[in-house]
């Protein structure tokens, strides 16, 4: 089975703009969930989509949004970018919610500037 | 508030030799907890993971202790090697609350050949 894929991979934008990531999971797995790694912070959960609906939230602004499609592929949207948005975004899929289990992609790394 | 406090952030181990890292919670609510690896441009792996029934368990050179009433849990790496060197993290959630983990900061793990 193929793992998780997230794209882009490298992503590079000015302070302002908007950005959306993309994360397709494993084949089967119907949640999705995103976090955001940073030497000062570490890992810090985002938010959780569980068959279309967003099932837990992280403490970071309104300015991040997720979304999930009806097969399992899910988008994050970071709008007007600070510099402190600067991170390595990392998708994780597992079978179902709650089952403790879940598979990580590579993440995109997006640099603000 | 950290609610999963690592330690500690730095570990230089010889070949051979036992690697420890330990992991302290403070919400009794969690049921769950994992340990992942990271290695650099990599998203995080699973490499073992308990529940607060058991307290100890083992799979092959990784061995989980965990110690409810202490509300502490530890890694242990036996016969550690130079391709154990990586970022270790400890993390902990709530099963019914779906897959929201909580990350501690990490641990740098060096392995001297």
């Known amino acids: 089975k193929a793992g998780v894929t997230q794209t882009p991979r490298y992503l590079i934008k000015t302070r302002g703009q908007q950005v959306t990531l993309s994360c397709s999971p494993i084949s089967g797995h119907r949640s999705v969930s995103w976090y955001q790694q940073t030497p000062g912070q570490g890992l810090q959960f985002l938010f959780e989509?569980?068959?279309?609906?967003?099932?837990n939230k992280g403490n970071f602004p309104g300015r991040f949004s997720g979304r999930q499609f009806s097969n399992s592929r899910s988008e994050m949207n970071v709008s007007t970018l600070e510099l402190g948005d600067s991170a390595l975004y990392l998708c994780?899929?597992?079978?179902?919610?709650?089952?403790?289990?879940?598979?990580f992609g590579p993440g995109t790394r997006l640099t603000v500037l | 508030q950290q609610q999963v406090k690592q330690s500690p952030q730095s570990l230089i181990v010889q070949k051979g030799g036992i690697s420890i890292i330990n992991c302290a919670y403070e919400?009794?609510?969690?049921?769950?907890f994992p340990w992942y690896q990271q290695f650099p441009g990599k998203g995080p792996a699973l490499l073992i993971a308990i529940r607060p029934d058991v307290s100890e368990k083992k799979e092959g050179r990784f061995t989980i202790s965990f110690n409810k009433s202490a509300k502490q849990f530890s890694l242990h790496i036996m016969d550690s090697q130079p391709g154990d060197s990586a970022t270790y993290f400890c993390?902990?959630?709530?099963?019914?609350?779906?897959?929201?983990?909580?990350f501690g900061k990490g641990t740098r793990l060096h392995i001297l050949p």
């Open positions: 989509y569980f068959s279309e609906t967003q099932r």
């Open positions: 919400n009794t609510a969690f049921d769950y």
């Open positions: 994780a899929s597992s079978l179902e919610t709650g089952s403790g289990t879940q598979y």
């Open positions: 993390a902990a959630s709530v099963a019914s609350s779906g897959d929201k983990i909580i």
